[in-house]
C-alpha cells in the first residue's frame, strides 16, 4: 500500500481558507486518494476522494498535482467546528480495497 | 436512514468477561469493517466483511470474533475480555470501492 506523509499540525484563521498537504510519492495509476477527518470522541467523517482529477464537493476541495505524488485538501472558509484530525489515506487496489490504513493526520486548530 | 449505529455507547468490563458489540446499517452496504482506535494512535483494521457470510482478519484480529448472517448487522464479539481491548471501536460500511466509508459513532470500552 502506498504510504502517506502529513503535517502533524497547522492553524488557521477563522474564515481563511485552510489548504492541508498530503505526499505520496509511492501511489500506483489506480489508487485513489481519500480524505477523512475525525473531530474529538467522533467517528471519522468522510470527505472527498479522487484519482487524478480535481475535485470539489459541498465540504471540501482535493488538488491532485498531475504526478500524482501529492494532493492538498482545501476548506475554503474554515470555522471552528472544522477543528478536527485529517486523515490522507491511499485506498489500495485489487482484493484489499475494503482496507482503509490510517496515519496519524494533521491536527487542524481553527481559531477565531 | 440512520447510517451506521453502533451500541451500546459505552462499556465496562471485567477481566475475562466476553460480550458482543452491536453495529447495524440501513444502507444496503456490502462492505463492513471493525476498527479499534488506542490513545494518540490512527485506526487499526479488526475484521471486515465483504457480503453476508464471508468475513476475514484485519492487522489485529486476535481475541475478536465477528459474523455476518444478514448485510445490515455485523456485531464484533470480545471472547475473554483483556485490559489491552480497552479501546474505541468503529463500526465502518461501504457501497463499493469508489465510495467512502460512513462510520459510526462508536463504543468506549473499558476492561478492569
Known amino acids: 500500500d502506498a504510504k502517506t506523509t502529513q503535517p502533524p499540525s497547522m492553524d488557521c484563521a477563522e474564515g481563511r481558507a485552510a489548504n492541508l498537504p498530503c505526499n505520496h510519492s509511492?501511489?500506483?495509476?489506480?489508487?485513489?486518494v481519500y480524505w477523512y477527518r475525525q473531530i474529538h470522541s467522533q467517528g471519522p467523517q468522510y470527505i472527498i476522494h479522487?484519482?487524478?482529477n480535481n475535485e470539489t464537493n459541498e465540504m471540501a476541495s482535493l488538488i491532485i498535482t498531475e504526478d500524482r505524488k501529492s494532493s492538498t485538501l482545501i476548506l475554503p472558509h474554515a470555522t471552528l467546528r472544522d477543528t478536527a484530525v485529517y486523515y490522507c489515506?491511499?485506498?489500495?487496489?485489487?482484493?484489499?480495497?475494503?482496507?482503509?490504513?490510517f496515519g496519524k493526520g494533521t491536527l487542524l486548530t481553527v481559531n477565531p | 436512514n440512520a447510517g451506521v449505529t453502533q451500541t451500546p455507547k459505552f462499556q465496562v468490563l471485567k477481566t475475562g468477561q466476553s460480550m458482543t458489540l452491536q453495529c447495524a446499517q440501513d444502507m444496503n452496504h456490502e462492505y463492513m469493517s471493525w476498527y479499534r482506535q488506542d490513545p494518540g494512535m490512527g485506526l487499526r483494521l479488526i475484521h471486515y466483511?465483504?457480503?453476508?457470510?464471508?468475513?476475514d482478519q484485519g492487522e489485529v484480529p486476535n481475541g475478536y470474533n465477528v459474523s455476518r448472517s444478514t448485510t445490515e448487522d455485523f456485531p464484533l464479539r470480545l471472547l475473554s475480555a483483556a485490559p489491552s481491548q480497552t479501546s474505541v471501536y468503529f463500526c465502518?460500511?461501504?457501497?463499493?470501492?469508489?465510495?467512502?466509508?460512513?462510520f459510526g459513532s462508536g463504543t468506549r470500552l473499558t476492561v478492569v
Open positions: 479522487g484519482l487524478k
Open positions: 466483511s465483504v457480503g453476508a457470510g464471508i468475513t
Open positions: 489515506i491511499v485506498r489500495p487496489s485489487g482484493g484489499s480495497n475494503y482496507k482503509l490504513t
Open positions: 465502518a460500511s461501504n457501497r463499493g470501492y469508489n465510495y467512502g466509508y460512513t
Open positions: 509511492t501511489i500506483s495509476g489506480n489508487e485513489y
